[in-house]
């Protein structure tokens, strides 16, 4: 497995999806759905749902957030969407907006 | 180039991506991505990368699978490993024996601004003139590499001689075109 990184001056309009690591570091407009853990740094912003493993939102994320295992929002996210998750970690600072389900399965 | 503290974009492997990518800095596909990728800087395909994508950037440097036309304002490197089915329209290439192109093939500053090459960003619409409409070139490369350009159009025999690391054309007056 590897990993995927999309930087600062990319901007992907349309879906990505795979089992590598990803980092977006740029824009995503549409959808991500990866097999892995996916972080969207702080800079980073998806205009879409993403789903995953495990998320980790620095950055903005407009759309839904699915984490079977796990989402983690972090300090000066964004975050306008659903979150579905097992584990849900929200800190401080961040601005979230939208509902919360967990499942425990 | 954007200053974006070393990340580079990187396609992994086992990433498909299906859609427009824009960049404004280099990417390195190892992944696969279909559909269109726009740039105005590097644009690099990986030994195992397979873009089914038209490419439009300055310089592309192939070592992996297109199949989809490239146009590349600046210069096009297609290394031992690179494969592209689609038409090609590059400034300046650089093909190492091994590397394949199967379609057309438009090289050269002269060929390139009346085949209306233009830099990224721009429309797709080609420039009125004299285009190179009428009997386009097939190239073919031969197994052992070496890559032959019959050229027919009337403007060729004016334009300067393409030099191109392993392709040898002919420039023939037709003296049949408009």
Known sequence: ?105 | MAEDDGIKTVIGADTLINGTVRAEAEIAIYGKVVGEVLSSDTVIIEDGGLVEATINAPWVIVSGAVVGDIVATEKLEILETGRIIGDIRALNIVMVEGGAVSGRVIIGADFAESAGIKAPQRTQSTRTGAPLTKSRPRVETSPRGKTVIPVTSKGASRAKPVQSELIDYATKDHGDED
């Open chain 1, 1 to 105: 497995m590897s990993e995927t990184i999309i930087g600062s001056g990319v901007t992907v309009e349309g879906t990505i999806t795979g089992n590598d690591r990803l980092l977006v570091t740029g824009t995503v407009k549409g959808e991500i759905d990866m097999n892995s853990v996916v972080t969207i740094d702080t800079d980073g912003e998806v205009d879409g749902p993403v789903a995953a493993l495990e998320v980790v939102v620095m950055g903005t994320v407009n759309g839904s957030v699915s984490g079977s295992r796990k989402v983690d929002i972090r300090p000066n996210a964004n975050v306008e969407g659903d979150v579905r998750t097992a584990r849900i970690l929200i800190s401080e600072g961040a601005v979230f907006r939208g509902r919360v389900e967990m499942d425990l399965g």
